[in-house]
């Protein structure tokens, strides 16, 4: 069923911006300034984390100032819904990593079971070490894994379902050039 552009639309209107592109651009390079800090000498295999993940990916990598293999693996849990489900892989990661430390990116860390799903998958896969990048961190007691922390991030976000810079509201403003919430989400 082809989707409501009207509806699209209006939600674009309504939304509440919560960070602009300038703010979302700054945290980005902080977030590539700590990276290179930390892991210059690590050689690692970067995944981005398919769709979300895509934005900050791309341009983080840009920040990034040392030898590294980029990739994808595709898994997904919201599947262009506004609330999760199970976990579902559409691509595993191809390139091996095995002994490799794997620095995996993604857009946003919300009750934690995509990032916490993907780190078992690289570790019992055999990656030395898995560092986690994501744009947003949303702030809710509801974290599947409470200990489960990104190592890097770049905005803290209030309890709101949001979009913009990968991230979908019903597959849709992924384009969008700071991160929105939906009125009434
Ligand atoms: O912390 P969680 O509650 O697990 O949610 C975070 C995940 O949800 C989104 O993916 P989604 O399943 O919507 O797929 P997408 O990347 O294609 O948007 C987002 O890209 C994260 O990967
Ligand atoms: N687009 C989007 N995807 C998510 N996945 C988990 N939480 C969110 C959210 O707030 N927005």
Known sequence: MSADLEHIRQIMREADCLYTESEVEAAIARVGAQINEQLADSN???????NGGLIFSGKLLTHLQFPLEASYLHATRYRNETSGGDLFWKAKPEVSFIDRDVLIIDDILDEGHTLGAIIDFCKHAGARKVHTAVLIDKDHD???????????????CIDR???????????????????????GM
């Open 44 to 50: 690692p295999v970067v995944f981005c984390v398919m």
């Open 142 to 156: 509801r974290k599947a894994r409470p200990d489960l922390k990104a190592d890097f991030v770049g905005l803290p």
């Open 161 to 183: 379902y949001i979009f913009g810079y990968g991230m979908d509201y019903k597959g849709y403003w992924r384009n969008a050039n700071g991160i929105y919430a939906v009125k």
